[in-house]
């Protein structure tokens, strides 16, 4: 393949990379609705105006891990717009939407009390998943190669399915993300992508190509896909995080406690360089080498007769 015209997703898969450790970090996520073009820069580019801009920007920089995307279903004018609120914690996990004739709605609007969780009469509970396909192609030509079918597949048969904008991880499309739970997954295919959404409806976890749970760090991302695939736990509701503790300059580890309170599971993971080195968007001019996880220790620490 030339250096000149490539697809990064291509030689992601092609160097068979590990996902897992790779999902953006967010603990909430605002999904705005523009069902306009958009640029490489979707927010920063768009026509919202600058009352609107500077409403979300102060809402992503005071909520704690929050994350902005904009999503549409297709090209109209007219109708109500969505905006919706995704609280990915752990346990608990909530969609909230709300439902806009115009954007500047939004400037009344107590963003960071919807985040916490607080009653609000223009939030109306969100009772099903909603399923993200980044489609971005103005950011990275892979999102639309690979991003865009998959999306028009998948939302034929599923009216819960949106388009994105950048999610982050270009060479991982096509990528696909559950919500609320925030789930993040990478080279989906079609059938791949199905699979996901069975699995998930049905409360399990899907390994195959998870990149992680955005509500974890990147290294607690990493031990819980080791945990799950050393124990075979499947079940979405099955762990809880007990901590994360940096044992050298590039090790952690990380301790899960099982729902019932009763078993512990510990994992010792350390970051390495990839052994390969490759380009890492479509635009990118220079080969690098990624981050990669490595699982050096596992054990079942303790068995609890009391859960916390």
């Known amino acids: 393949m030339s250096q000149h015209f490539f697809y990064c997703s291509e030689l992601s898969r092609g160097h068979a990379e590990k996902t897992f450790g790779t999902a953006s970090i967010g603990e909430v996520w605002l999904l705005v609705e523009y069902p306009f073009s958009w640029g490489p ?4 580019d768009s026509d919202l105006s600058a009352e609107v801009k500077a409403y979300l920007n102060r809402a992503i920089k005071t909520i704690p891990k929050a994350r902005l995307l904009f999503i549409k279903q297709g090209r109209r004018t007219g109708g109500e717009l969505s905006v919706f609120v995704a ?3 752990e346990q608990n996990p909530s969609i909230v939407r709300l439902g ?5 709605q939004l400037l009344d609007i107590n963003m960071q009390a919807i985040a916490k969780g607080e009653p609000n009469p223009d939030a109306a509970a969100w009772n099903s998943p909603l399923y993200l396909v980044c489609t971005h192609g103005r950011r990275d030509k892979c999102c639309a190669k690979f991003g865009y079918p998959l999306y028009k597949s998948l939302r034929s048969a599923n009216a819960s399915v949106w388009q994105s904008s950048h999610v982050g991880g270009d060479r991982f499309a096509a990528n696909l993300l559950c919500f609320p739970h925030g789930l993040f997954y990478a080279h989906m295919t079609e059938e791949a992508a199905r699979h996901v959404i069975e699995e998930y409806e049905a409360r399990r976890i899907a390994l195959d190509k998870y990149r992680g749970r955005s509500c974890y760090s990147y290294p607690v991302q990493a031990a819980e896909f080791f945990i799950r695939k050393e124990a075979g736990l499947a079940s979405l509701d099955e762990l809880r995080q007990l901590d994360c503790e ?3 300059e590039k090790r952690a580890r990380v301790r899960f406690r099982t729902a019932d309170g009763k078993v512990v599971h510990e994992a010792v993971v350390r970051s390495a360089a990839s052994p390969f080195q490759s380009f890492n968007t479509c ?3 220079e080969e690098k080498s990624v981050i990669q996880y490595v ?5 079942v620490t303790s068995v ?3 859960p916390v």
């Open 41 to 44: 820069k979707a927010f920063h």
């Open 87 to 89: 609280r990915c914690r």
């Open 100 to 104: 806009l004739s115009r954007y500047e």
């Open 246 to 248: 940096r044992v050298g």
């Open 283 to 285: 635009h990118a001019t």
């Open 295 to 299: 699982l050096d220790d596992y054990r």
């Open 304 to 306: 609890e007769a009391d």
